[in-house]
T-cell receptor
Framework: GDSVTQMEGPVTLSEEAFLTINCTYTATGYPSLFWYVQYPGEGLQLLLK?????DKGSNKGFEATYRKETTSFHLEKGSVQVSDSAVYFCALSDFGDDKIIFGKGTRLHILP | EAGVTQFPSHSVIEKGQTVTLRCDPI?????LYWYRRVMGKEIKFLLH????????ESGMPNNRFLAERTGGTYSTLKVQPAELEDSGVYFC?????????FGPGTRLTVL
């Protein structure tokens, strides 16, 4: 079945560092890809998404590019802030199927 | 507009007891989903309602779990009897054309 694999955390960085969180997927169809974020004490929020190959999703300085050839959707940010500390989930939704399949989540700590 | 709300935010019960979780979707959203995250694992799909009908319940773990959505508005998820492995965070989401909007979750602890 479909699945998502993302790098294990926690990831600890200093403020203004460059961030990459790796994500790869397995899907039988042509999925849409997502990054969700959960800030402390809050619910899941959609951070960005991409629906077809080579699309780049972006939001709040974060970016991820849908790479069909490597089945990847890595999350990047050029300069992280303390307020980016959260748990990040890579996810997919296969075409024609509403349910979302999530990775295990990566906890990110940003130190001032 | 109000978001997806869930009640309670936390619940601590003993093994064998019954717990009912509630989800209020965004008004007008016909699609409602339940997910859960067991400690350290992925967030997993449980089921999907379209209005009051169960569209997909393939993720429901066993018959101790019962979900309802009478009248196509709010939904409840009952666990009876609860077991230790049911501990986790239960998320509800409702959908609009841009995607699913999640509630804050209910943290369930079974002792």
């Amino acid at each position: 079945g479909d699945s998502v694999t993302q790098m294990e955390g926690p990831v600890t960085l200093s403020e203004e560092a460059f961030l990459t969180i790796n994500c790869t997927y397995t899907a039988t169809g042509y999925p849409s890809l997502f990054w969700y974020v959960q800030y402390p004490g809050e619910g899941l929020q959609l951070l960005l998404k991409a629906t077809k190959a080579d699309d780049k999703g972006s939001n709040k300085g974060f970016e991820a590019t849908y790479r069909k050839e490597t089945t990847s959707f890595h999350l990047e940010k050029g300069s992280v802030q303390v307020s980016d500390s959260a748990v990040y989930f890579c996810a997919l939704s296969d075409f024609g199927d509403d349910k979302i399949i999530f990775g295990k989540g990566t906890r990110l700590h940003i130190l001032p | 507009e109000a978001g997806v709300t869930q009640f309670p935010s936390h619940s601590v019960i003993e093994k064998g007891q019954t717990v009912t979780l509630r989800c209020d979707p965004i008004s007008g959203h016909d699609n409602l989903y339940w997910y859960r995250r067991v400690m350290g694992k992925e967030i997993k799909f449980l089921l999907h309602f379209v209005k009051e009908s169960k569209q997909d319940e393939s993720g429901m773990p066993n018959n101790r779990f019962l979900a309802e959505r009478t009248g196509g508005t709010y939904s409840t998820l009952k666990v009876q009897p609860a077991e230790l492995e049911d501990s986790g965070v239960y998320f509800c989401a409702s959908s609009h054309p841009g995607g699913q909007i999640f509630g804050p979750g209910t943290r369930l602890t079974v002792l």
